[in-house]
């Protein structure tokens, strides 16, 4: 029996895996594709229910956990480790610990495709921001046999950003609501990526059901999501299913064609 491929998303919240890629991990572990998630916060700081009785932080993260962990069983993810750094502050953690400890779960789960947002966070988010650096530094220190020696080196195939297109983040925010952060005094709003920089498309239509079926287990975020209710089918299958991501580097293919698979080059 061949070797499985692998992905692994790295990103930085409770409900990213789901909302910013749930079809395509569905998809691919539908598809026999290993499949892993590394979580660098709990997301304690983020929304609880409509925030009336909020308890503790570190419960608001205990219950974030527990929903990230039943949204990756709804995805088929076959191991989540949530790196636990402070939510909201994960641009302040200790750069050379954090990539350490990616680089021991590179090396260990060894993906042949890594996931991740892009250098504009999706809306800016200084955490989003940050992971994708960490996740970038750590795997060139992975393939590095210099770095950690008693480690046995890893090296990633081929790396990706998320990437949405405008007509995806119109739907998105209409859903939603307008996506934005503040950071230092100044507003981030989404930036939809040109058609032409997202060089991938991953047709996850068919799986919908199974990554609504994920957001759904976060629900202290749901609540005020009002807007999904009405979402037609058809939007469904879109938002969930049609997704969009940049192909940084690839050491197994190139070219201009747009890709329909993230693993092209590996088959
Ligand atoms: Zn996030």
Not at 113 to 125: I, Q
Not at 225 to 242: P, S
């Amino acid at each position: 029996m061949p070797d499985p491929l692998r992905l692994l998303a790295v990103l930085a919240h409770p409900d990213d895996e789901s909302l910013g890629l749930g079809g395509t991990l569905a998809r691919y572990a539908d598809e026999g594709v290993d499949t892993f998630l590394i979580t660098a916060t709990r997301g304690e700081r983020g929304r609880y229910f409509h925030n009336r009785d909020r308890p503790s932080d570190d419960e608001v993260g205990r219950v974030r956990e527990e929903e990230l962990r039943a949204a990756a069983r709804e995805l088929g993810i076959l191991n989540v480790t949530v790196l636990g750094y402070a939510d909201g502050e994960l641009d302040a953690a200790p750069t050379e610990q954090v990539v350490g400890r990616v680089v021991t779960l590179l090396r260990e789960l060894r993906p042949h495709v890594v996931v991740s947002f892009g250098f504009d966070g999706a809306y800016g988010h200084p955490d989003h921001i940050a992971v994708s650096q960490l996740t970038t530094s750590a795997i060139v220190a992975s393939a590095d046999p210099t770095y950690r020696p008693a480690e046995q080196a890893h090296r990633v195939a081929k790396l990706y950003h998320l990437g949405w297109p405008r007509r995806i983040w119109d739907l998105y925010q209409h859903v939603f609501k307008r996506m934005v952060s503040v950071v230092d005094g100044e507003e981030r709003a989404v930036n939809p990526w040109p058609e032409w920089t997202l060089t991938t498309r991953i047709d996850a239509r068919r799986h919908w059901r199974t990554a609504w079926a994920a957001i759904q287990r976060h629900e202290t975020q749901l609540a005020m999501y009002q807007g999904l209710d009405q979402l037609t089918e058809q939007q469904h299958a879109i938002l969930w299913g049609d997704q969009h991501f940049c192909r940084v580097f690839s050491t197994v293919n190139s070219g201009r064609s747009r890709e329909t698979d993230l693993f092209e080059g590996l088959r």
